[in-house]
């Protein structure tokens, strides 16, 4: 996993278009039985663009509705959603435009890290019931409300795909496929006797989603479709690992009488309370999720729910209950500093690298006396050191699987420099072993803080941050287009301002990683830089890298 559980974003496929519209495509996010969806550029930012499957787009029923349904959701306000942009209704390929969300949907949360807790489990039942709130206000009905159409930000949660799932209505809960309309374990009772999706359904999908969320799955999951039909429709659910408050709106929200289950306003007034809920774009404003407790290290799979409470479900108006205000509610400056780290997706950066403003430091590596370490003599085979043909090396062997080399640099280092090297890969597992340039910020030895820009031989590229025992890949690996394994030129661009960190990366001439890392308290001492190689602990293929014509400019 990425920090802060970024999602992965796929190399793009043969098969699939380089642009749509005024749109330039990125890379894969995922697909389904609905169609694909793409992370692109557009005219104002990143955007993701689900485009429909062919078979869909030749039906015209199927196309009517989708017309019907996509403007309906651009209705939809923007609380705690992930709102709909632009679309293409017309010829083919079909396609709908939305926010792009730099975050992991709550199911693959649950999958790698286990349930949520605390204010976190709060803000995410909030955020759902402001965006149920904005979507039925426009007059439209979810259809599919589970943990994957729920992402997960630094700003909050964000329902997505709402009342799409209506294109692929084919009438009596089956889509145009032949398969159920909706996900069983998330459907409310109605729906399971054929009858019409209204706002109640979408209720009844929020509890089982918060549920979820404080316990890992549905509190109707089952192993076959069948048996998540029949629970959903003749069992009480059990929600001790919720506390008393969240319990009872739960529990009125799953009443198998869609008539006796609270509204989604009703929700969030019982979450926030009635006055607070009266202003459903500032509850949704500020709700937010503290990532470094869902991904930090110190988070574990399978990590036990917050404190259970004792007693049944209570079955009341949602109106009835009220949780006190949380550290998830925050607002202005404060808010805006819980945003810890923002990704910048390759397709999406500037071209060239930025223009130093001098060099502080050079080495050709054409002496071997130039203040580089160097353990075993000079030599071309040499584990760590100049090579005596005008280069530096740095291998990896059985006693070391990673090595770091720090550029002997007298005058100040700047607090804003690009590096740059020219690498050449000579030896290392394809998909294991890295190299490249460091930035470090270490306080003291005792405390190593820094971040690693760097390749691999199969053309792969990552940010790797390291702070102490804490090793996290800041960014997914990149496909580097063109790559060369040996010629290439990194550029590395590191600049430190209070607790944030940016690091961007260049191969050649094109950007293609770049982050900003909002939780690098750590980083108090000067900063060094140096180069770096590594590879997997364990594997038997040591990695060697060549370098030359290494830099430090300063940027202003």
């Given amino acids: 996993m990425t920090a802060y559980g970024l999602p992965p974003v796929l190399a793009l496929e043969p098969s699939d278009p380089a642009g749509l519209g005024p749109y330039r495509i990125a890379g894969r996010l995922g697909s389904g039985g609905m169609g694909t969806v793409y992370l692109a550029e557009g005219p104002s930012g990143p955007v993701a663009i689900k485009v429909i499957n062919r078979h869909l ?114 009438g009596k809960g089956q889509t145009v496929t032949g398969t159920i309309l909706g996900t069983p374990e998330y459907m409310a009772p109605e ?84 006055e607070e809920a009266r202003d459903t774009a500032r509850v949704a404003g500020t709700v937010r999720l503290d990532l470094s407790k869902l991904f930090g290290p110190t988070v574990q799979a399978g990590a036990a729910p917050g404190p259970a409470g004792h007693g049944a479900a209570g079955r009341a108006s949602g109106a009835r209950f009220r949780l006190p205000r949380r550290p998830y509610l925050v607002g202005g400056v404060a808010a805006a500093a819980l945003l810890a780290a923002v990704l910048l997706v390759p397709g999406m950066l500037p071209q060239g690298p930025p223009e130093i403003t001098d060099v502080l430091y050079r080495d050709d590596f054409g002496s071997d006396g130039s203040g580089w370490w160097k353990d075993s003599g000079t030599a071309v085979d040499t584990v760590h050191g100049y090579t005596g043909d005008g280069r530096y090396t740095i291998a990896t062997d059985f006693g070391s699987s990673s090595r770091k080399g720090r550029a002997p640099v007298n005058a100040e280092p700047p607090e804003h420099a690009l590096v740059s090297v020219k690498t050449d890969f000579a030896a290392g597992a394809p998909s294991t072993a890295w190299g490249g340039v460091y930035c470090d910020y270490s306080p003291d030895e005792e405390h190593p803080f820094y971040y690693v820009a760097e390749v691999r031989p199969d053309g792969r590229a990552r940010i790797h941050k390291s702070a102490g025992e804490d090793q996290v890949d800041l960014t ?77 400019g300063r940027l202003p």
């Avoid at 999908?205 to 109707?220: D, E, H, M, N």
């Fill in 191 to 274: 729906l399971v006797s054929d009858a019409k999706a209204g706002p109640p359904a979408d209720v009844f999908a929020w509890g089982c989603v918060v549920a979820a969320a404080a316990t890992g799955s549905s509190p109707f999951a089952s192993r076959t479709v069948p048996e998540a039909l029949y629970r959903v429709v003749h069992d009480t659910p059990d929600l001790s690992a919720l506390d008393a408050e969240l319990r009872g709106l739960v529990g009125a929200a799953l009443d198998k009488d869609p008539a006796a289950r609270p509204t989604a306003k009703e929700l969030l007034s019982g979450l926030v309370g009635r």
């Fill in 476 to 552: 997914a690996d990149v496909l580097v287009p063109e790559f060369r394994k040996s010629g290439a030129v990194l550029r590395v661009e590191c600049e430190r301002d209070g607790d944030r960190v940016r690091v961007g990366l260049w191969v050649d001439e094109e950007q293609v990683a770049a982050v900003v890392d909002g939780d690098a308290a750590g980083a108090k001492g000067k900063p060094a830089f140096g180069l770096a190689v590594s590879k997997q602990h364990g594997e038997e293929t040591d990695t060697r890298l060549y370098f030359d014509d290494f830099r430090i």
């Fill in 57 to 170: 787009a030749a039906n015209p029923e199927f196309v009517a509705r989708f017309r019907s349904e996509v403007a309906a959701a651009r209705r939809v306000s923007r609380f705690c959603t992930a709102p709909v942009l632009d679309a293409r209704l017309e010829g083919e390929p079909l396609w709908v435009v939305t926010e792009y969300v730099a975050g992991p949907d709550l199911a693959r949360l649950l999958r790698e890290q286990g349930p949520l807790t605390g204010s976190n489990l709060e803000a995410l039942a909030v955020g759902v019931a402001a965006a149920l709130t904005a979507i039925h206000d426009a007059g439209v009905v979810h259809r599919d409300l589970k943990p994957a159409n729920v992402l997960l930000s630094p700003l909050g949660p964000r329902v997505i795909d709402f009342g799409i799932a209506r294109a692929l209505d084919a």
